[in-house]
């Protein structure tokens, strides 16, 4: 589905960016890197970022808010609850001045 819509991207309105925040060795991440065409971990042609630790949501919050001022951006995660809870805690901190962000969380 995320490949469908990523390629029907009409007027830009769909920004992916995912996070690994998993451990995995630096030959494995150059292993996963490989392709050109498209991400390995996701099949997307949008890239994972690999992070140690948790990704820097004050910098991606701030980054987002400058970018879309004035918009609703929607947020979707998977992932453990206390990263979630820092997700959403985040979500409500950078929604000011007319920028609105959407907390989606999906546990399986």
Known sequence: LLSQLEKNNVNNFLEINIYFTGKMSTEKVKDVMTSDDFDAMSG???KTYFVRGRPPLKKIFSDMTAQYAGKT??????????LS????????????????????????
């Open 44 to 46: 997307l042609e949008n």
């Open 85 to 108: 809870k820092s997700l959403y805690s985040s979500c409500r901190k950078f929604t000011k001045k007319g920028t609105k962000f959407v907390y989606h969380k999906e546990n399986f």
């Open 73 to 82: 951006i929607g947020v979707f995660f998977c992932g453990p609850p206390v």
